[in-house]
Each structure stands twice: as structure tokens, then as C-alpha cells.
């Protein structure tokens, strides 16, 4: 809620702020919920689910912007512990990044693979990226608070 005000006072769109990273991101047309890069690299906006949300809206109520979709199951988002991690720029910068928990992002991602209502193609990709961080969380790459 604090970005989105926050990017109302500055006069700018989600899809314009990663623009502002990145000026290839564009809003996929087949999947507003999603912007990609020239190189594939794709954000996906979320929101949580309530009782009568059918209804998709962009995110800053522009027109042209992101429209996060609302997530089944998105509660044990909300109510896991936070999860910090310092990640590394490819020009060496650092930042510290704040996300789900690996564990229930693993979880969430395998439970969204075998919903019957949810498009093979998108079935496949959540698959795919439970096993990457999965296989991560294996290496001690990661480490999880609610996995061991």
C-alpha cells in the first residue's frame, strides 16, 4: 500500500518504476498480471484474494499499468515470518532483499502446479521454479525457517 501511494505522489506507474531499472520491462498483454525484460526476466504482481474479487484492476489505476491477479492461498504469504537475504548485483553492489520464506515458496509453488483449474503452461514454470529454489534450499544455498 505505502509503494503504490508512494508512486501515486511521483506521478508513476509500477510498469513505469521498473522501467526506470530496466527500460525494456514491458506489460505482457496476454497476462497483464506480468511484465518481462528483453531477456526474459519476468515480474509477476500478486494480490490477496477476498471473498468477491473477480474484478482486475491496475495497480496504479493507470491505464498501460500492471494488473496483479488475486492469489488463491495467499495467506500463507501473509502470515510467514519474514525472510531476509542479501543478494549481489552483477556490478558487485549489494542489497538487502525482502521476500516469502524459500520453504513456503516452494510449497506455494507446488501446490499452484497441481491446481486442475490453473494453465499447463504456468503449471510447468511453477514447477520448475519449486524445484530451482528447492534444489537451492538441498545445496544449503538457502536456508528456510519453516524447513529443515
Known sequence: IKLVANLDEVGLTMLQ???LVDTSFER???QKE???NAEGFAVDFL???GPEDKVAYSISGKEGDVFPVPAENSQKFLK???YEQV???GDGS???MRTVDPGIFVDFKRWLAKLDTREPIKCRRDQRQA???ERLLREGRLVSSVRQ
Request: charged share 30%.
Open 17 to 19: 518504476l521498473l522501467q
Open 28 to 30: 505482457m498483454e496476454d
Open 34 to 36: 506480468s511484465a518481462v
Open 47 to 49: 494480490r490477496r484474494r
Open 80 to 82: 510467514s515470518p519474514p
Open 87 to 89: 543478494v549481489i548485483g
Open 94 to 96: 549489494m542489497a538487502r
Open 131 to 133: 524445484d530451482a529454489v
